[in-house]
Nanobody
């Protein structure tokens, strides 16, 4: 089992910033990609940002220019720096990681965190 724990959410005023963290633990040989999703009430879960094992990044158009995804040197913790926050950024933010637990090709995992609430007040 690979567990993901998010932290860093909270209440912030519009225009403010937050840094979310996602720490992966368990038996991990490699993480191919870590992603941040968000889900606002009554809406579908939306992919926000991706970082690959090679360090490549990608962002949703809705956050491009206001958001930076990064990771630590061990590549087991991902961060999401959100800036110039808007009320429409209010959502539960979820971390997702995909990879392998061992050298076996059948040991793939696709894990989710429990989510962290981000609320942006106007």
């Amino acid at each position: 089992q690979v567990h993901l724990v998010e932290s860093g959410g909270g209440l912030v005023q519009a225009g403010g910033s937050l840094r979310l963290s996602c720490a992966a633990s368990g038996i991990i040989r490699s993480i191919n990609a870590m992603r941040w999703y968000r889900q606002a009430p009554g809406q579908q879960r939306e992919l926000v940002a991706t970082i690959t094992s090679a360090g490549g990044t990608d962002y949703a158009d809705s956050v491009k220019g206001r958001c930076t995804i990064s990771r630590d040197n061990a590549k087991t913790t991902a961060y999401l720096q959100l800036s110039s926050l808007k009320p429409e950024d209010t959502a539960v933010y979820y971390c997702n990681a995909q990879g392998y637990m061992t050298w076996s090709s059948s040991s793939s995992f696709n894990s989710w965190g429990q989510g962290t609430q981000v609320t942006v007040s106007s």
